[in-house]
């Protein structure tokens, strides 16, 4: 063998070698990541179940509540066998795999937070079978869709609590499938409109730290109450509509709205009492409280003070001027008008 061939082969081989100690670094590095299995076993269900309670038939009695959170499970799948429970929390897990809970219908109240499962996290949530299901929290996950929630039949379900997950859509949120739902939370999502609730019922709404850009399909939520929206990127304020007759308290903190003509599209709302526009470029303006007071006279408090009884007057004092001006106005154009007309009648030549 030639010396260029001996030189070639060993410095091969220190590559070989190289990457060798590369591809064990790799391996050592994913096996610390890796997260040991951990399954919930029956002693830990030992410690962590209370509340005796009769069954639903009232023939005999079970334990209905079980805490499991934090303890860095990574399978549930004995609670099949815990046909009872009503109040389960097992948050701060490495669960990856929820469908165990499908088997527990008579559920009242689900926590999910904070499941984590190596460099993953929950990133879809499918309830089946929960018909008395009242609560759930998936707050903190990897949720990218809401679609496996909205094909679950959950007639009892009233509060659904999913912030701070990856959820760039709301298509399929409706009545059918959720018609008791008068709370949803979704803030530090992905959304961009808020388009896709239809929930007639819904009467609390969380949306803050999102994408929004439009405020859509809010016509359908006819019982809402309380809308949050602060920390999206809203810059202006068109989409409300004369259905939302109950909404009282609106929160736009930290969006983009720039000029004061945007809150006349609050008007539709008889209800509003509270509005919050603080961090908004618009409660840079001169005479900002006041100019919300002209346009929306009921209102009863901005930015979370109370408008004084001076303010109320001055605002309408304002508006009775400004109304009288452009009555004015409007009378000065019409004599303009005929003014015109009569002009063009008498400088017409005769027939």
Same mark, same amino acid.
Request: cysteine-free; aromatic content about 2%; glycine content about 6%.
């Given at each position: 063998? !030639?010396?260029?061939?001996?030189?070639?082969?060993?410095?091969?081989?220190?590559?070989?070698?190289? %990457?060798?100690?590369?591809?064990?670094?790799?391996?050592?590095?994913?096996?610390?990541? $890796?997260?040991?299995?951990?399954?919930?076993?029956?002693?830990?269900?030992?410690? !962590?179940?209370?509340l005796l309670c009769k069954t639903g038939d009232g023939l005999a009695h079970a334990y209905v509540k079980l805490d499991v959170s934090g303890r860095e499970l990574t399978d549930i799948s004995l609670l099949k066998m815990f046909i009872h429970l009503r109040y389960v929390d097992v948050s701060r897990n490495n669960l990856r795999?929820?469908?165990?809970? %499908?088997?527990?219908?008579?559920?009242?109240?689900?926590?999910?937070?904070?499941?984590?499962?190596?460099?993953? !996290?929950?990133?879809?949530? $499918?309830?089946?079978?929960?018909?008395?299901?009242?609560?759930?929290?998936?707050? !903190?996950?990897?949720?990218?869709?809401?679609?496996?929630?909205?094909?679950? %039949?959950?007639?009892?379900?009233?509060?659904?609590?999913l912030n701070f997950n990856e959820i760039s859509q709301t298509t399929g949120m409706d009545a059918s499938k959720l018609p008791r739902l008068h709370t949803l939370e979704m803030r530090g999502n992905k959304l961009e409109t808020t388009s896709g609730i239809c929930l007639p019922n819904l009467r609390n709404l969380f949306l803050g730290a999102n994408t929004i850009k439009n405020l859509d399909g809010l016509e359908r939520l006819k019982s809402l109450t309380t809308l949050h929206m602060r920390d999206n990127q809203l810059e202006s304020l068109k989409g409300f509509s004369e259905n939302l007759k109950q909404l009282q308290y609106v929160n736009f903190r930290g969006n983009n709205v720039a000029s004061i003509k945007e809150v006349g599209h609050l008007k539709v709302l008889p209800m509003l009492r509270a509005l919050v526009l603080a961090e908004n470029p618009i409660a840079e303006e001169d005479d900002y409280r006041l100019e919300v007071l002209i346009a929306l006279r009921k209102i009863e408090r901005l930015d979370k003070d109370e408008y004084t009884d001076e303010e109320r007057t001055e605002a309408e004092e304002i508006h009775e001027q400004r109304k009288l001006e452009e009555t004015n106005e409007q009378e000065q154009e019409k004599e303009d008008v005929n003014e015109s007309e009569t002009a063009q009648d008498e400088s017409a030549p005769e027939q």
């Open positions: 063998m !030639s010396e260029t061939e001996d030189t070639h082969e060993e410095g091969g081989g220190e590559e070989e070698m190289e %990457n060798d100690d590369q591809l064990g670094e790799e391996e050592s590095v994913e096996e610390e990541e $890796k997260i040991p299995d951990n399954p919930l076993t029956e002693e830990v269900i030992g410690e !962590s179940i209370s795999d929820l469908s165990p809970l %499908n088997t527990l219908s008579h559920l009242l109240t689900l926590k999910a937070d904070y499941l984590k499962a190596d460099s993953n !996290s929950l990133t879809s949530v $499918k309830l089946e079978g929960m018909q008395f299901l009242q609560l759930a929290s998936f707050n !903190s996950n990897n949720i990218k869709s809401v679609e496996g929630i909205s094909e679950s %039949n959950l007639p009892l379900l009233e509060h659904l609590s």
